[in-house]
């Protein structure tokens, strides 16, 4: 399994940004895709994630309503639209993947680092005026 991110940068805040992971090595379709953000000195914790198969979407409340997540199936590549961004919004974005679902009944999963199955290198977004 590889994911490799790009498009990170730095932006002024209330700039825009879009992020790539593009995912090869598995059933592209078949699992959860997402992003988890480290901002310096803090923990990393999940920001966007997508089923794939089913289309069910997490966003960390933060960024609901500025990030947009959605997949490319033919080039097996998940995308992170950052709107409206903000300084908080810094830290390195790594690509993750879980195997299968992000709910087990009315658990939520992914937000959870011990079901992450594969991680990204990470790209670094910095906002910043």
């Known amino acids: 399994v590889q994911l490799v991110e790009s498009g990170g940068g730095v932006v002024q805040p209330g700039g825009s940004l879009r992020l790539a992971c593009e995912a090869s090595?598995?059933?592209?379709?078949?699992?959860?895709i997402g992003w988890f953000r480290q901002a310096p000195g803090k923990e990393r914790k999940a920001v966007s994630f997508?089923?794939?198969?089913?289309?069910?979407?997490f966003y960390e409340d933060s960024v609901k309503g500025r990030f947009t997540i959605s997949s490319d199936n033919v080039k097996k590549t998940v995308y992170l639209q950052m709107s409206d961004l903000r300084p908080e919004d810094t830290g390195v974005y790594y690509c993750?993947?879980?195997?299968?679902?992000?709910?087990?009944?009315?658990?939520?999963?992914?937000?959870?680092?011990?079901?992450?199955?594969?991680w990204g290198i990470g790209t670094l977004v910095t906002v910043s005026s």
């Open positions: 993750a993947m879980k195997f299968g679902r992000m709910w087990d009944r009315s658990t939520l999963l992914i937000t959870s680092l011990k079901f992450i199955e594969h």
């Open positions: 090595g598995f059933t592209f379709d078949e699992h959860s």
């Open positions: 997508l089923d794939i198969r089913d289309r069910n979407t």
